[in-house]
């Protein structure tokens, strides 16, 4: 499943949760304060993607 993965926004009371599209499982949340929290690691090697409004996810990866 590597590759690009889609993110789709969903606004709460406590933030952004974050649910991957393409299956994968990966959730994730941006709080209002703007920390991240990822709740289902889904499929680690794909880059995930995403936007909403005024809001865009971007990643940057880089090697260790």
């Excluded at 499982?25 to 990822?38: E, F, I, K, P, Y």
């Excluded at 995930?48 to 940057?60: A, F, I, K, Q, W």
Aim: net charge negative; charged share 20%; hydrophobic share 35%.
């Amino acid at each position: 499943m590597a590759g690009f993965h889609e993110l789709r926004f969903t606004s709460s009371p406590g933030g952004l949760l974050a649910e991957c599209q393409d299956g994968c499982g990966r959730r994730l949340v941006v709080d209002r304060a703007g920390v991240l929290t990822v709740i289902d690691r889904g499929d680690v090697y794909a880059l995930h993607r995403g936007s909403t409004g005024d809001v865009e996810l971007t990643v940057t990866v880089t090697p260790p």
